[in-house]
């Protein structure tokens, strides 16, 4: 841990220039999880010639190696530098309700950089930001990621503890921070739907949250404007009353908004995981 804070407090021009060197590793001679990411996007995007799947392959594992070096640059960064990197539009949709009194519910998916969007928040409104995450098998990662996102004040939730947790503090006022796109495991509650030309499961805690208890729910819709930078611009999902929106309405308007960021900006999905696991054709 001590190596790694000694590498955070390194300039970000410094740490890119690692980013590069585990690009060429990664891409070039381990072609770490290449197949995976290939496949991915052959799926995704089948009306693209693959020599433009290609070119957002190669964009994807430089956006993959820069969130490694700029999350580990999360662990030291100073406010500033920040709130300069992460820049948020239309805070006033979840900051001023927060401030009201309201709970908010924020649905986003895995488009980089989401570590450093999650700290942003957590610098404005500290510990009325909530994440619910899922827990890392290795230690040393889980204590480490547990340091980075809550260094700013944020309060973190194991998804399985979520639902308890939620009871007890259902009337404090917070922003709680849910990665929607996960892939539930074969126990879970689940709603499958096509997203991104596949039949995909998906958690719908977040629907049945905000229906029950009438919570405003928040999309960030993220851009890369060049490297190191990153804007979020907070739009409404979905906001009460419920009564009469169908079932799943939530849920299908989240997948609508991450299919159109991730056709906008493909290169900053996080195509490397094994997202579609499953076969439901064979199931």
Known sequence: MIFIRLLSKLPLRVLFVLSDLIYFLAYYLMGYRKNIV???????????????RRQIEKKFYRNFTDSLVETIK???????????????????????????????IGMCGHLFNWEGHLLTVSSEVHEKCETIYTRVNQPFFEDLMHKIRGRMGADLT?????????????HTPRLIVLAADQRPNRVDIRYRRPFLNRETTFFEGGEKLSKKFNLTVIYAYITKPRRGYYEYEYRILAKPPYDSEQPHSITNTFVKFLEENIRDQ????LWSHNRWKENWSQR
């Open 38 to 52: 290939r496949n991915n996007l052959k799926q995704a995007f089948p009306e693209k010639p693959s020599k433009e």
């Open 266 to 269: 493909p290169a900053l999905y």
């Open 74 to 104: 999360l662990l030291t960064i100073g406010k500033k530098e920040l709130n300069k990197r992460f820049l948020v539009k239309n805070p006033a949709l979840i900051f001023d309700k927060v401030d009201q009194g309201e709970i908010i």
């Open 158 to 170: 194991e998804r399985k503890s979520f639902q308890r947790a939620f009871l007890k503090k259902r």
